[in-house]
């Protein structure tokens, strides 16, 4: 394959990238495009279909995903550049013996859905908002969770689950 | 007690919440390829030429479409209403060099991944011959009455009574212009397709849909096969509000393409290509005239719309629908038309029509009841309108007196200080607001089958939709009472064309029609199998099955309205009240505080409704405060294509919203006496803000969205309102 | 040329040297506004240069007269830091307001002065622009400008520079770190970005190949008492629509000894408004001051249409900032 790249000084440069991602505490191989991105890489490639696509340009926070336990829109992190890292997508969120996290449980008894597509993404989004101590109160839920649209308008459901979880945390 | 009416939780809760809910990008069938297509540049006019060397070239890359080597398709006409427009033509990808709009598709890369395909499509070359089309501003002057055939729905003129006369001889009267910006669903899944052809020629669809049959219907016509040869699969749709209606091209794009490769294909738009490849609620321009006597009482009102439309359908809307029944007023006229523009065709988004024509009307009356110096919400009370005098039918149902005492209390109306401009509070300026709400409660046939098993579980089906309000989980809790089961026991499937026929999702329709499909089913299903049985009064058809050594038994069950359109008019109704507060320097609006009290008849699942009711005052928020599609008139292009620049609400904008449902029930309209709530709950949120703002500051911004530019401009503003 | 290429920078000096040898080069740090470009398609790099790996650009220093700032620091570490919430609030504010949690976990200090603006033509590559495709002319002239430059703009772009961390950098005279093959050199960062002028493609003071290797911001009392308040048209996850960073000294007496003030989301570039600051200048700190001197704030300032509105919001902007912070002082 010729790459216009390849001149560049020692760079090891790569159109397409064979690389290890971690997710969920597994390894899994993958040869990709040095263009597909993270969210790309989970859905098309790996079939993990949790984490949502709403608008690939950081813009929805549907594709909210942990990366080293901090939250990240997947569709703006390459696949490649998340080599190492210990990623979480909403498919690892449950307990060992399978059991639904306490905030996906929260969500069901708030209903903080419709639809549900934006939903994998508000949890594991709740979920770091909580763990970062910005659930607090409901305007501090507000503001940490507005990187997150539910065209829905599940919004007032959704931080009461957050605050619910976050209150049954501190206890 | 049975579980119609209990607040249970969402049975496909668990799966939404794990990640576990599939929706119609999701699906992985063996080989599949990934396609992206090409936009055409200019808004009317013909492809001259293409090069797709560069793009064919390109590793990974399997074909490339154009006009020029697409196969050509039958397309049997057909027209689904009340999906489809009742006129023109519909957009046909791939079969010819026309261009109708800036956006089309003219090309189509199908390869290995999804990256090779958008790659190679952003290296098809092609140039584009713009040709004079019908325009690309939005021009009254242009206006034209709707086609002959949609005047039933939407009439160019109607009019009862003498409104002239009766505006002359108003004491009081009020005139205005009310704009409402084309405004795009942007449900938060992205239309996707992933077509697949088997061997003998038959056609498998992952698709959103809120209408499976008609996807079946529309994609075996274009390529002329029967109807039992494609069949459509959403069972998880990510939100629509209309948009997933109709078949939009795409989804033929799709087909079509996994025909030439002969590999199952998918089609996943990007959020930009969605503003041109599906619908929107179209830009629509309103003028209000209404005149009343010294006490309040309504004379006349005149309503004129003025709706885009797209150059080749003539798509409209019952925009004026609400003017002559929301109100007793002893005359009325509204005037409908058309405006041309090169653009994507609209679509019904979430109450359409009611929702636009509710909001201009729904100001209009507020200004006249300042006018009058009388409450707002008084005003409405004297107008109260017992009896539908657009149709001159009695009500099935009206419980909208409740929905204004109900919420004016809830909200604290009483507290509302009549001078405009005199309620601050922490630095801000403080307005109340209120409106009214009004959408048709509608019905259609559908059909289930229910099948009962020994073991004591049931199963129902029908090729209904769920986008969100919650139908799996309604329909499991109508099936459970009926056939006195627990809701646990009762599996519920939808979303398979394959499955008994069921109407469009849409227009809030599907518990009354569907629901009642499901009862009737059930229904059925326990007395063919008394009958059969012999059983005794009191025996669970459970019980008999096992005594008759059944395994199971299934009946169809069907349900469709009857003649009470003739007699009488249905509606579901509302009262929204709104506090805004609005930073007297910046102009920016927040709102403080929502109520509504909505008469949607029987409340089948309170917890559900609630979320549906809250979603609708969200995107209201979303209408009256920040949303609009950009279009720029010389690129015939709305601008702002994406969710960061066509703003919608985030969890920043929501505060309080209190949502309830009035006692309320409607066995004229169907069994269940439900009526409707997804429509109505958007319905009058835009307007009691737009009162609330004008309220707070003695603004009358006519001009949604009410987004501090609006406000700073707004000539009073200017003249030093801050105080 | 298949495909965008990608490799992971061996060190700064590898960086910087790959950069300027290579036309279609860009770094990657955050990738939050690379991968809306590449995605949507506008102005796509060719070759991805990844310096995340570059652990001697992630640093926070507090010293005693100035804080040093990696360029690989994320926003969100920046907010987080409570040693710089006290010594530059403006900074810690803008940041705090800026995109979302999410997105702040990715983007860098450095990478965010870089984003390109928000001018829809600029971001829908099929429309013409000049800072995306020079000579095509520009479409927000006359076009859908809502956001859109009043001040620093010309007849070939209006572009509203978009981040609001520069904007508070600006107000306090921070400095640039750059690096290159040539070695590094530092430059104000109020001299960071250019004004479009007749060539809007050349957006930054960066030579070919040069790096922000971080920055270099001066404590003092001006720093510890500054502000940055945001407009914007929905609560949060927006873009500015007009913003201010200010800062204020004032003596025993309550006069007003330094000010400083930069507005965001109405120019070209993160603004400076001396003349602003020279009448706060010996003047007692009180609204009916902060009023007159923020309604020079427009001087100069062009109005295209829809952008009008910002003639009237960005002195209140200005004023409204001032007011909030005099009573915190
Ligand atoms: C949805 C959304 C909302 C946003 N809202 C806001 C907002 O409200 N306010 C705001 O200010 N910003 C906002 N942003 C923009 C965001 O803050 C920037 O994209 C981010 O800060 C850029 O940093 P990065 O590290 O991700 O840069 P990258 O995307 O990696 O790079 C951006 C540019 O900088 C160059 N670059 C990066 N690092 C260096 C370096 N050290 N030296 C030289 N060049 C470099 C790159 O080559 C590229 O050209 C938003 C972004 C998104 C996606
Ligand atoms: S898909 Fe990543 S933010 Fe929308
Ligand atoms: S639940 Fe549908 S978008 Fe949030």
Same mark, same amino acid.
């Given at each position: ?49 949790? =984490? ?9 926070? @549907? ?72 659930? $607090?109160?409901? @305007? ?32 | ?23 119609? @990008?999701?699906?992985?069938?063996? $080989? ?114 709707? +086609? ?203 109450? &359409? ?122 329909? *499991? ?32 329709? =599907? ?25 005794? #009064? ?12 059944? #395994? ?16 009488? +008019? ?49 995107? %209201? ?27 919608? &609400? ?57 987004? &501090? ?15 | ?109 450095? %990478? ?37 430059? !009043? ?29 290159? *093959? ?73 006069? !007003? ?36 001197? @923020? ?21 209140? *902007? ?12």
């Amino acid at each position: 394959m010729q790459d216009a790249a390849n001149d560049a000084g020692d760079l090891d440069v790569r159109s397409t990238v064979d690389l290890t991602l971690a997710v969920n505490g597994e390894d899994h191989r993958l040869e990709v495009p040095a263009r597909t991105t993270l969210l790309d890489a989970l859905r098309d490639r790996l079939h993990l279909n949790g =984490t949502k696509k709403g608008c690939g340009i950081g813009q929805c926070g @549907a594709c909210t995903v942990l990366l080293d336990g901090q939250r990240v829109n997947a569709c703006l992190v390459l696949a490649v550049m998340a080599e190492g890292r210990h990623i979480t997508t909403i498919e690892g969120l449950h307990g060992p013996a399978g059991e639904l996290h306490p905030l996906q449980q929260a969500f069901i008894d708030h209903d903080g859905f419709q639809c549900g597509y934006c939903t994998p993404g508000q949890i594991m989004s709740g979920v770091a908002c909580i763990a970062e101590g910005h659930a $607090g109160s409901r @305007a501090e839920i507000r503001q940490h969770m507005s990187g997150n649209i539910c065209r829905c308008g599940a919004y007032v459901n959704i931080v009461a689950a957050i605050e619910a979880t976050a209150g049954g945390a501190d206890r | 007690m049975g579980v119609i009416g209990q607040p249970v939780p969402r049975v496909d809760g668990p799966a939404k919440v794990a990640g576990k809910a599939t929706y119609a @990008a999701e699906f992985h069938p063996e $080989g599949l390829a990934y396609a992206a297509t090409v936009r055409a540049t200019v808004p009317h006019g013909r492809v001259a030429s293409f090069d797709t060397t560069g793009a064919e070239a390109l590793p990974g890359v399997i074909a490339v479409l154009t006009h020029e080597n697409a196969p050509r398709l039958p397309w049997q006409p057909v027209e689904q209403a009340p999906v489809d427009p009742g006129g023109g033509e519909q957009l046909k990808p791939l079969q010819s060099d026309r261009i109708l709009f800036a956006g089309q598709p003219i090309a189509l890369v199908v390869a290995e991944s999804q990256e090779a395909a958008r790659d190679a499509a952003s290296r098809v070359r092609f140039t584009c011959i713009a040709e004079a089309g019908a325009g690309l501003i939005f021009d009254p002057a242009r206006a034209r009455p709707p +086609s002959e055939g949609t005047q039933e729905s939407y009439p160019a003129e109607w009019e009862r009574g003498d409104t002239e006369g009766a505006l002359a001889a108003s004491a009081v009267q009020v005139e205005g212009d009310y704009l409402q910006p084309r405004l795009y669903h942007n449900a938060m899944e992205p239309h996707a397709t992933i077509a697949a052809w088997d061997t003998d020629g038959g056609l498998t669809l992952w698709d959103k849909s809120q209408w499976v049959d008609n996807f079946r219907d529309q994609i075996a016509r274009n390529f002329g096969l029967d109807e039992n040869e494609v069949r459509v699969i959403s069972p998880f749709v990510g939100g629509a509000f209309g948009a997933a209606l109709r078949c939009w091209p795409h989804v033929t794009l799709a087909a079509m393409a996994a025909k030439v490769v002969e590999r199952p294909v998918r089609l996943e738009l990007t959020r930009r290509e969605l503003y041109t490849s599906i619908g929107f609620r179209p830009q629509t321009l309103q003028n209000v005239r209404l005149g009343a006597d010294g006490d309040g009482r309504l004379r006349g009102i005149v309503q004129t719309a003025w709706g885009l439309t797209s150059a080749y359908e003539d798509y409209g809307e019952e925009v004026l629908d609400p003017t002559g029944m929301l109100y007793d007023a002893e005359s009325a006229k509204t005037v409908y038309r058309l405006v041309e523009v090169d653009t994507n065709t609209p679509t019904p988004m979430r109450g &359409p029509g009611a929702v636009t024509g509710v909001f201009a009307m729904e100001m209009a009356i507020d200004e006249l009841a300042d006018a009058a110096g009388i409450d707002p919400l008084e005003f409405r009370l004297r107008n109260y309108a017992e009896r539908d005098r657009k149709k001159d039918l009695p009500f099935s149902s009206k419980a909208l007196r409740d929905c204004y005492a109900t919420a004016a209390r809830r909200f604290g109306w009483e507290k509302r200080n009549p001078e405009r401009r005199s309620m601050r509070a922490d630095g801000m300026l403080v307005g109340y607001g209120m409106a009214s709400a009004v959408w048709p409660a509608m019905r259609s046939p559908a059909s289930v089958r229910v099948r009962l098993f020994a073991n004591g579980t049931a199963v129902v089906r029908t090729a209904a939709s769920d986008m969100g309000p919650g139908t799996y989980t309604s329909m *499991t809790q109508v099936a459970a009472e009926m056939l006195d089961l627990p809701m646990e026991r009762v599996t519920f499937e939808l979303g398979d064309s394959t499955l008994p026929m069921a109407p469009v999702h849409g227009g809030s329709m =599907t518990m009354a029609s569907v629901g009642s499909a499901v009862a009737a089913g059930c229904t059925r299903l326990c007395q063919e199998i008394g009958r059969l049985g012999d059983a005794k #009064d009191g025996e669970h058809p459970v019980e008999t099955l096992k005594r008759l050594r059944r #395994d199971s038994f299934e009946v169809e069950g069907k349900a469709e309205p009857g003649k009470e359109a003739e007699t009488h +008019s249905s509606y579901a109704f509302g009262a929204v009240f709104a506090e805004v507060r609005v930073d007297p320097d910046l102009g920016t609006v927040r709102v403080s505080r929502l109520v509504g009290a909505y008469d949607g008849g029987v409340i089948v699942n309170p917890r559900t409704a609630r979320s549906q009711a809250i979603g609708g005052m969200v995107q %209201g928020i979303g209408m009256a405060l920040m949303e609009a599609g950009e279009w720029d008139e010389r690129l015939g292009r709305v601008m702002n294509a994406n969710l960061a620049e066509y703003l919608v &609400p985030v969890h920043a904008d929501i505060e309080e919203l209190d949502a309830v449902f009035v006692e309320s029930e409607d066995r004229i309209l169907n069994p269940l006496g439900v009526k409707g709530i997804a429509e109505i709950a958007l319905c009058g949120v835009a307007p009691a803000i737009a009162n609330a703002v004008w309220h707070a500051t003695g603004l009358r911004i006519r001009e949604l969205p009410l987004t &501090p530019d609006r406000l700073l401009m707004a000539e009073e503003w200017a003249e030093g309102m801050p105080a | 040329m298949s495909g965008l290429g990608y490799a992971r920078a061996p060190s700064l000096a590898g960086a910087v040297e790959a950069l300027g040898r290579h036309a279609g080069a860009e770094i990657v740090a955050g990738g939050t506004d690379l991968l809306q470009r590449l995605e949507e398609e506008v102005l796509p790099p060719e070759l991805l240069i990844d310096i995340t790996g570059l652990d001697g650009l992630r640093a926070i220093e507090v010293g005693e007269s100035e804080v040093r700032l990696g360029a690989l620091v994320r926003l969100n570490e920046v907010i987080d830091y409570e040693a710089l919430r006290a010594a530059f609030p403006a900074i810690v504010e803008a940041l705090a307001v800026t995109a979302s949690p999410q997105v702040r976990n990715l983007a860098t200090v450095g %990478g965010n002065p870089l984003q390109k603006t928000r001018c829809l033509y600029f971001r829908d590559r099929t429309t013409p622009c000049n800072r995306r495709e020079p000579g095509t002319g520009c479409s927000a002239l006359q076009g859908r400008n809502r956001i859109n430059a !009043i001040l620093g703009g010309s007849e070939h772009c209006i572009a509203t520079h978009p981040s609001d961390f520069a904007v508070a950098m600006t107000a306090l005279d921070a400095k640039a770190v750059l690096a290159s *093959t040539r070695g590094e050199r530092s430059l104000a960062f109020a001299d960071l970005h250019r004004l479009p002028g007749d060539t809007p493609q050349h957006e930054y003071n960066l030579r070919r190949g040069e790096i922000i290797k971080g920055y270099i911001i001066p404590r003092a009392v001006l720093a510890r008492q500054s502000h940055y308040l945001k407009v914007r048209d929905r609560g949060e996850f927006e873009w500015a629509i007009s913003s201010a960073a200010v800062a204020l000294e004032l003596d025993m007496a309550g006069t !007003i000894v330094r000010a400083r003030v930069a507005v965001g989301g109405v120019a070209t570039k993160p603004w400076r408004l001396p003349q602003v600051e020279f009448a706060l200048r010996g003047r007692p700190a009180e609204p009916a001051v902060f009023a007159s001197a @923020a309604s020079l704030a427009t001087e100069g300032a062009v109005a295209h249409g829809d952008n009008a509105y910002k003639l009237r919001l960005l002195p209140r *902007t200005v004023a409204r900032a001032l007011n909030e912070l005099r009573e915190r002082l």
